[in-house]
């Protein structure tokens, strides 16, 4: 039996999108990730709102693809495995045009009765309109996963329904202009501010289909933090609203206030110079024709603004904004400590150094100037003496990089204290239907996370760590009570107000916005879930700090107004799309390598590695699964390299102008030859060509893997060996430890064309390429012991990135020989397995996996709900007989049920002495219960078996793999597993049997592959 709080798959047929296929985790809540709301017809289109499925049985198992953004930080608030109860979730890909999808998580009672009527919680996610994404990943957890909110709801008896969507960012979200105006309007749609209308479609789609998930559309709350906060207050204002209730965290429409079209104007000019300053084009073609990444990278963005189009969003100010529609309910709130992101806007976003004072200064008006509650944003607050004076900023008002500290406070409150406090007063006061409908909130509860950039403030959008709880396995155990019992009553808050009801009392009338300190009631929520309701700030926060400083929480705090510019300047961040592609992503042996034709980029390849082809010429060809090509090839690598053709070069070299081809975004070369229903789809591509990206950010990363590319194979040259002789006095059988010791030994030059760290990353690339083949790992050819390389030697230099990339770049590349014009063997289903696999590898090697067999049963349950998915019984890795049945369907890309239930035919009609050992040698893992037998060619020999059928039938087809299985199971020679044995792996290569399965007597009779001699050539 499996484990039972791992997830699974769950199969959903709604009424009217049809069946989605979801997953079950713990706590009976299902999960559908990546569901399509919206499509984009084209760059700089409204969205227009889907009803239906891309597909049938449509699989939402994984993060959708999400917008692509400019390089921005994020900060790692935790590190740590994963518990066996959360998903291994695929790192989701950019698309421009495909970005637009959400996630539901949802009791799976719900799904199960059809009569229940939830209310609905859609979470905006915040990223100052220039970034961020509802996927967003920190080691491996998404960071807006409401599986612990809709828990909570469920523990309460309150349950609710969680929805998380993606909306456009950065320019493709919100460019404006008066050449898109005009674009738009010939569209007959809205005026720019495409992010914030994705968000509307997104709601428009849940309020339409979430009753067919159970969700009552009459009831849908909608919350946002930062930008996202600020994006939930501007659609409160949009006309035809389909939600009933709002929650504002750390973000309200001033904080993030519209500009108008001029003041956009000027952005949309300097990109388009920044982009292709030199072009008689018109600027709109040049924007709209530019490759994703000129659009998003060519300038810093740190904050995006939305425009006053004056049809949906009329002014910049609250009272300006309201088109006289009654006030919906609403929580107003922010953080104790928003200065930290303020302090982020005055420092270099690359450097995190503070700015220039000029420029400092520059940036304060910027941020200011479109806050719709100050009278002269152009002069403020220089022109308030005592403002200055409360902030302690007048020593430093012409040197403000003096006092970040300082200048942070001021400017955080500004930008979402304040604005918060007084969007609150209005909205409860001066608009229709106000009173009794707005509740004021201050999050005082300090992040726990061992990586939090301000340890134990609450900083700017705490309360999405606080409410999501993704991660309180890796609190520290002694807060880990103190942290729930917070979370607890963040969460219970909030599910009170989605269920319609009022968390603690709504602000009263009668106080003055020019009295802010007065207004309230106001609840704290503090450390320990200590949190409670005061009758107004000045009770809750304390007079001084109402008045001279709002909302800010000096008795806990205040140790950060010293420790934080120091904090700030040593933030964790890393980048996370930072690839400046086609135009920069030139690698640095071959400048134009994207731009070249195929057959320059050929000759490039021979002049470097002359040497390493040389040795492929005379290299043995691998064992090789495919129906030999009916006509020779027009065309090859080889042939335009060396006149002729060598099967390994061939293969070599269309791995490496894949290379090419996914730099270039040549989709329609990549997949030539592929075949029709088997096709890699574009969306796939997409993905591998991020992958290659993520992994390969810089020209010396690009020069590395080409490298690696051109050396992996050359250990196929028995010359090699006989060099190797006087150290390898029994050469091993597997070419990749050739590899590693001709490199160790000197004899690979392309390795001294690297930087020193390059060619490190290689070596343990190959390194890695030595004790672990993740082709055969695919195939189940290897065992779990083979895995232990991954947890080796961690203070290595890492060669997994380049290990991974190679294994798929190698599988591009496989059939070569039969058929160069594309990657032909890296079809859908090859090349789901392979991702799938990577995925848990990385999660493995990371830690958040545990054991060996753990991972190598993660990589079984995938094959297994494949087959679950397709109709077939569902097997467990646990149970012996099914472990080694798929072990068997991996050797045999099963992937459907029929093919299934030939294998398992076959394996019942073995007799029970044969079945036996295949059962105990398919079930060794070779770590601590004996010696693993790993079959090398397996999976190539049964696949030339299955091809020299003479009728196809099934009958036949069971015969062959009856004896295929009765051979495979000498070969393991009585291999079983042994509790407390030592552990080790044998490696037998199975190649001897491929003339015998090609014979015409194995075609009359293949019983006779059951009875060949054993070649008992093997390598310890």
């Known amino acids: 039996m499996g484990s039972t709080t791992a997830p699974r798959p769950f199969t959903f047929t709604h009424a009217e999108l049809g069946e989605t296929k979801g997953l079950h985790r713990q706590g009976d809540i299902v999960q559908f990730r990546g569901l399509p709301f919206a499509s984009i017809p084209a760059r700089f289109r409204q969205s227009v709102v889907t009803d239906r499925l891309p597909h049938p049985s449509f699989d939402a198992t994984n993060p959708g693809p999400v917008c692509p953004t400019p390089p921005l930080p994020l900060i790692q608030f935790w590190n740590g495995p994963l518990p066996e109860h959360y998903p291994c979730l695929q790192s989701p890909v950019e698309d421009e045009l495909q970005c637009l999808n959400l996630s539901l998580t949802i009791p799976k009672s719900v799904l199960e009765s059809r009569t229940e009527s939830l209310p609905v919680f859609i979470f905006i996610h915040g990223g100052a309109f220039v970034g961020?994404?509802?996927?967003?990943?920190?080691?491996?957890?998404?960071?807006?996963d409401l599986h612990d909110v809709v828990q909570r709801s469920m523990q309460t008896g309150k349950p609710i329904i969680g929805v998380t969507i993606n909306y456009r960012v950065g320019p493709l979200g919100f460019l404006a202009s008066k050449e898109l105006a005009v674009f738009n309007k010939s569209h007959g749609e809205a005026v720019g501010n495409y992010g914030l209308h994705d968000q509307a479609r997104a709601i428009e789609w849940v309020s339409r289909f979430i009753g067919g998930f159970g969700g009552d559309a009459s009831r849908i709350t909608i919350q946002g933090t930062s930008a996202g906060s600020a994006s939930c207050h501007y659609l409160s204002f949009f006309p035809n609203r389909l939600f009933s209730r709002v929650i504002l965290a750390s973000g309200v429409l001033p904080s993030i206030g519209p500009l108008d079209l001029e003041a956009h104007q000027q952005l949309y000019d300097r990109l388009v110079a920044a982009v292709d300053a030199d072009s008689a084009r018109p600027s709109l073609d040049i924007l709209q024709q530019c490759p994703t990444t000129d659009l998003t990278n060519s300038l810093n963005f740190d904050v995006l603004h939305p425009l006053i189009d004056g049809e949906y969003i009329l002014n910049k100010s609250i009272k300006g904004a309201s088109r006289g529609d009654e006030v919906l309910p609403t929580l107003f709130g922010a953080a104790a400590y928003e200065d930290d992101l303020a302090a982020v806007l005055l420092h270099d976003m690359k450097t995190m150094q503070p700015k220039s004072d000029a420029e400092i200064l520059s940036r304060i008006q910027e941020v200011l100037s479109p806050n719709g509650i100050l009278r002269a944003p152009e002069s403020f607050p220089f022109d308030q003496p005592a403002v200055l004076d409360a902030y302690g900023v007048t020593p430093t008002v012409n040197s403000p990089s003096l006092d970040i500290p300082g200048w942070s406070k001021l400017?955080?409150?500004?930008?979402?204290?304040?604005?918060?406090?007084?969007?609150?007063?209005?909205?409860?006061?001066?608009?229709?239907?106000?009173?009794?409908?707005?509740?004021?909130?201050?999050?005082?509860?300090?992040?726990?996370?061992?990586?939090?950039?301000?340890?134990?403030?609450?900083?700017?959008?705490?309360?999405?760590?606080?409410?999501?709880?993704?991660?309180?396995?890796?609190?520290?155990?002694?807060?880990?009570?103190?942290?729930?019992?917070?979370?607890?009553?963040?969460?219970?808050?909030?599910?009170?107000?989605?269920?319609?009801?009022?968390?603690?009392?709504?602000?009263?009338?009668?106080?003055?916005?020019?009295?802010?300190?007065?207004?309230?009631?106001?609840?704290?929520?503090?450390?320990?879930?200590?949190?409670?309701?005061?009758?107004?700030?000045?009770?809750?926060?304390?007079?001084?700090?109402?008045?001279?400083?709002?909302?800010?929480?000096?008795?806990?705090?205040?140790?950060?107004?010293?420790?934080?510019?120091?904090?700030?300047?040593?933030?964790?961040?890393?980048?996370?799309?930072?690839y400046n592609l086609p135009s920069h992503s030139l690698m640095s042996l071959f400048p134009g390598l994207e731009a070249d034709s195929d057959d320059v980029v050929l000759r490039s390849f021979a002049t470097t590695f002359a040497a390493e082809l040389a040795h492929l010429k005379h290299a043995s060809p691998t064992v090789e699964s495919g129906t030999p090509s009916s006509q020779e090839p027009s065309w090859t690598p080889s042939r335009v390299v060396f006149g002729e053709d060598f099967t390994e070069v061939n293969r070599t070299l269309v791995s490496m102008l894949a290379v090419k081809w996914l730099l270039a975004d040549q989709y329609d070369v990549f997949t030539s030859g592929q075949p029709a229903s088997n096709k890699l789809t574009r969306a796939s591509f997409a993905r591998l060509r991020q992958f290659l990206l993520d992994r390969n950010p810089s020209p010396e990363d690009i020069s590395a893997l080409l490298v690696a590319l051109a050396i992996d194979d050359i250990g196929k040259d028995p010359t090699l060996a006989q060099d190797l002789a006087p150290t390898l006095p029994t050469p091993p059988q597997d070419h990749s430890i050739l590899v590693l010791a001709a490199a160790q030994a000197?004899?690979?030059?392309?390795?001294?064309?690297?930087?020193?760290?390059?060619?490190?990353?290689?070596?343990?690339?190959?390194?890695?390429?030595?004790?672990?083949?993740?082709?055969?790992?695919?195939?189940?050819?290897?065992?779990?012991?083979?895995?232990?390389?991954?947890?080796?030697?961690?203070?290595q230099p890492d060669g997994f990135s380049i290990r991974a990339v190679v294994t798929l770049l190698d599988v591009a590349g496989a059939a070569a020989h039969r058929d160069p014009r594309g990657c032909v063997v890296m079809t859908e289903p090859v090349f789901q397995p392979y991702m799938e696999t990577l995925t848990i590898l990385d999660a493995f090697r990371k830690g958040r996996i545990p054991t060996p067999r753990a991972c190598y049963d993660r990589i079984l349950s995938y094959r297994a709900d494949v087959l679950h998915t397709a109709g077939y019984a569902r097997l467990s890795p646990d149970n012996a007989q099914d472990r080694a049945l798929l072990r068997l369907f991996c050797m045999g890309r099963v992937a459907d049920k029929d093919h299934a239930r030939l294998f398992h035919e076959a394996l019942q009609a073995l007799d029970a002495a044969s079945r036996e050992d295949l059962v105990n040698g398919l079930n060794v893992d070779g770590v601590d219960d004996g010696v693993a037998v790993l079959p090398y060619y397996a999976p190539g020999i049964l696949a030339e078996s299955l091809r020299n059928v003479p009728d196809q039938s099934d009958a036949s087809r069971v015969r062959v793999l009856t004896a295929f299985m009765r051979f495979l199971a000498r070969v393991f020679g009585g291999s079983k597993p042994t509790p407390g044995a030592p552990g080790g792996l044998v490696e037998r290569d199975l190649s001897f049997a491929q003339d015998v399965v090609h014979g015409d007597a194995f075609r009359e009779n293949p019983d006779i592959l059951a009875r060949i001699e054993m070649d008992r050539k093997e390598e310890n």
């Open 132 to 144: 961020g994404s509802q996927a967003l990943q920190n080691a491996g957890r998404e960071m807006f």
């Open 746 to 795: 000197g004899l690979v030059p392309a390795l001294n064309t690297l930087p020193p760290s390059n060619k490190a990353a290689v070596l343990h690339n190959l390194e890695l390429g030595s004790r672990l083949n993740i082709a055969q790992l695919v195939q189940a050819e290897t065992a779990p012991a083979s895995l232990t390389i991954l947890r080796d030697n961690p203070n």
């Open 411 to 578: 400017l955080g409150h500004c930008i979402f204290n304040v604005p918060n406090l007084h969007s609150a007063l209005v909205t409860s006061q001066e608009l229709p239907g106000g009173q009794g409908r707005v509740w004021l909130y201050h999050h005082a509860v300090g992040n726990l996370y061992p990586g939090c950039h301000v340890a134990g403030a609450a900083h700017h959008g705490v309360t999405d760590p606080v409410l999501f709880n993704v991660a309180p396995d890796l609190i520290e155990e002694k807060s880990r009570e103190s942290w729930i019992a917070s979370v607890h009553q963040t969460q219970d808050a909030w599910i009170t107000f989605i269920n319609g009801d009022s968390p603690w009392d709504p602000l009263r009338p009668g106080v003055s916005v020019r009295d802010g300190e007065a207004a309230g009631p106001v609840f704290v929520f503090k450390n320990e879930g200590r949190g409670g309701q005061y009758k107004d700030l000045r009770d809750g926060l304390g007079a001084v700090t109402a008045r001279s400083t709002p909302y800010y929480h000096h008795s806990r705090y205040q140790q950060y107004q010293t420790a934080a510019p120091n904090a700030i300047q040593t933030l964790p961040f890393h980048t996370y799309t930072s």
